[in-house]
Each structure stands twice: as structure tokens, then as C-alpha cells.
């Protein structure tokens, strides 16, 4: 596969599980990103909800849609999207990153994903798996896991990460209207677009040494991580944008990155 069609890499802010059943200028968004390029043979998911001590890969051949949040509405907890899996792909992913990773069958697809997917892919007919973050890797570590999955991007895989760049929900405007960005998360987020259209990835790696706008953006980094196996996967002459922007309730980025040949 030539440079040209490679697949791009992408992160998604995705933001509130609502958002599945919305129709605004993010999930618009994230619709128009996907039609921008060729239909995946799959989608490898790097969700921030899949947070467990181990990496694995869903192997399943019909993921189940897990509804992983409460206090939202009813429709949201009968939303299914019925994307099969691929045991075929996931055994491709585990031979990419070592025997080590679990080939799940219990897992399925969390709202990370699937709140995102739902929109890029509605008739659900692109094969989904996802992959575990491992909470007892170091960031560098994580980055690494990302390099190694970069080869996917020449075989028809489009590799998803999906978190939030900046995620507090101890600071988000629960419930009340039009929240101004806070001034942390602002210069955060800017820090971090420069840094990455520099291809300086470095410090969004060690971002835990970079200070109070950094403890505040990323508190836990559960939403983080999932941004350093996109960067990781970056490959010579790539172009860094950002097709989707925006702050959700004062402290949740919907910063979305894409990384393109």
C-alpha cells in the first residue's frame, strides 16, 4: 500500500455517552472525518474505558455493547450497536504486540467506541475490536504499543483512540449553561496542538512533569492515554489537524486529531 492510502489515525474527544444519540457539531463531525477516507477493513479501538491491569484485544466474533455508565436515560442504556468483531484482526494485533496480550471474549464494546462509531459507521457493518489500556505500563510504554501498531495502517485497519485531552469531571459545569472554558484547560490544549503539529512528542508523553495545567487536564489517565498510542502511531511525512475542537461544561476537551499521510 502506497503512502497515499494509508489510513490515517485518529483520536476523538468523545465526550458525554449522549452524545450517541445526538445530532451536533461533534458528532457531525466525526461523521464527516470518516467519510474523508475509504471504509476500514476494521476499526482497532483504543478505548479510555477499558482501563485494566493487562493489555488484551477483544476476539470475540460478536462484541457485545456494553453500557458502561449510569444516570443517563433509558433509550441510552437500549442503544446497542451490533458491530461484529474479528478474530482474525485481533490475532493480527496480539501478533504485532507480542504473545503476552490476552485474546478476550468477555469484554465487547464500551461507550468509548461504540458512542463515536455509532456516528462514523451507523449501519454498524465495519468490524470493531478494542484494545486494553494497561494501567501498569508508563506512558512511554504506551507510546511504544502505538509505534508497533502502526504496520495495521498499511492493511486497511484504521486505528481509533478515544478519550478526551483534557477530561476533570470534579470541574465540569454539571447542569449549568454555557461554561466558559477554564483558563488551564485552554492553554493545555494549546500547548498540546503546537507540540503535536511540531512532532515534538516528547513532552506529551512525560505530560505528567509539565505542571498544574496538566494535573488539572489530566487528573487520572484513563482519557490521556489513549492520545499517545495515536501519536505513537505516526509515521514519516505524516500531517497532524484537528478537524473537531471545542470545550464541553468548562473541562472536557473535544479536541479530535487526526493523523494523515
Known amino acids: 500500500m502506497s503512502a497515499s492510502q494509508r489510513l490515517p489515525v485518529i483520536f476523538f474527544?468523545?465526550?458525554?455517552?449522549?452524545n450517541a444519540l445526538a445530532d451536533n457539531v461533534y458528532t457531525r463531525g466525526w461523521r464527516q472525518v470518516c467519510e474523508s477516507f475509504p471504509k476500514p477493513r476494521a476499526v482497532l479501538c483504543v478505548s479510555a474505558h477499558w482501563y485494566v491491569p493487562y493489555t488484551a484485544v477483544t476476539g470475540m466474533q460478536s462484541p457485545r455493547t456494553i453500557h458502561d455508565f449510569g444516570g443517563f436515560p433509558r433509550e441510552l442504556f437500549e442503544f446497542e450497536y451490533p458491530a461484529p468483531g474479528s478474530p482474525d484482526i485481533a490475532a493480527e494485533?496480539?501478533?504485532l504486540l507480542g504473545p503476552a496480550v490476552r485474546l478476550d471474549d468477555a469484554w465487547g464494546?464500551?461507550?468509548?467506541?461504540?458512542s463515536v462509531l455509532c456516528h462514523c459507521y451507523p449501519e454498524a457493518d465495519v468490524p470493531v475490536i478494542q484494545l486494553s489500556i494497561d494501567e501498569t505500563l508508563t506512558a512511554q510504554e504506551h507510546y511504544l504499543l502505538g509505534g508497533s501498531?502502526?504496520?495495521?495502517?498499511e492493511r486497511g485497519i484504521l486505528i481509533v483512540g478515544s478519550g478526551n485531552l483534557v477530561h476533570n469531571l470534579h470541574a465540569y459545569g454539571w447542569g449549568r449553561r454555557a461554561v466558559e472554558p477554564y483558563d488551564w484547560a485552554v492553554r493545555f490544549e494549546?500547548?498540546?496542538?503546537?507540540?503535536?503539529?511540531?512532532g515534538d512528542h516528547q513532552p506529551l508523553i512525560n505530560y505528567e512533569k509539565?505542571?498544574?495545567?496538566?494535573?488539572?487536564?489530566a487528573p487520572t489517565p484513563d482519557h490521556y492515554l489513549p492520545l499517545l498510542y495515536v501519536l505513537g502511531a505516526q509515521l514519516p511525512g505524516d500531517q497532524v489537524?484537528?478537524?473537531i475542537e471545542g470545550v464541553d461544561g468548562g473541562s472536557i476537551s473535544m479536541l479530535s486529531v487526526q493523523i494523515n499521510s
Not at 501498531?149 to 495502517?153: N, T, V
Not at 494549546?190 to 511540531?198: E, I, K, N, S, T
Not at 505542571?211 to 487536564?217: E, F, P, Q, Y
Open 109 to 114: 464494546l464500551d461507550h468509548g467506541s461504540w
Open 93 to 95: 494485533v496480539r501478533g
Open 149 to 153: 501498531l502502526a504496520p495495521l495502517r
Open 13 to 18: 474527544g468523545h465526550g458525554n455517552p449522549m
Open 210 to 217: 509539565l505542571g498544574k495545567d496538566a494535573t488539572l487536564s
Open 241 to 243: 489537524s484537528f478537524p
Open 190 to 198: 494549546q500547548q498540546a496542538r503546537a507540540w503535536m503539529l511540531a
